[in-house]
């Protein structure tokens, strides 16, 4: 058992980028995140559930960054429904 506790804190944080629009109060877009994210941005996920495609792992950040500056791509639909939205 000892060996499992030891595996679970060897473990990094997750880090996780918001990627959607700035949200007063709640976000900035391409904020950084380590481990769990903040209240306010999970609250704002509950209700706009579009917006928890663009929180993404630190590893697909530049593919999603492209994404958004694509016109048509998932990610820049997404940005806009998400803004449409607000």
């Known amino acids: 058992m000892a060996e499992k506790k030891e595996k679970q804190t060897a473990q990094k944080p997750e880090v996780i980028v918001y990627c959607?629009?700035?949200?007063?109060?709640?976000?900035?877009?391409?904020?950084?995140?380590?481990?769990?994210?903040?209240?306010?941005?999970?609250?704002?996920?509950?209700?706009h559930p579009a917006a928890q495609s663009l929180c993404v792992p630190l590893s697909e950040?530049?593919?999603?960054?492209?994404?958004?500056?694509?016109?048509g791509s998932p990610q820049a639909t997404l940005y806009k429904t998400i803004l449409n939205e607000l």
């Open 20 to 47: 959607g629009p700035s949200v007063r109060g709640v976000a900035k877009q391409y904020t950084v995140y380590h481990g769990r994210l903040p209240d306010a941005l999970v609250k704002f996920l509950a209700k």
């Open 61 to 71: 950040f530049a593919a999603t960054r492209a994404g958004l500056n694509t016109k």
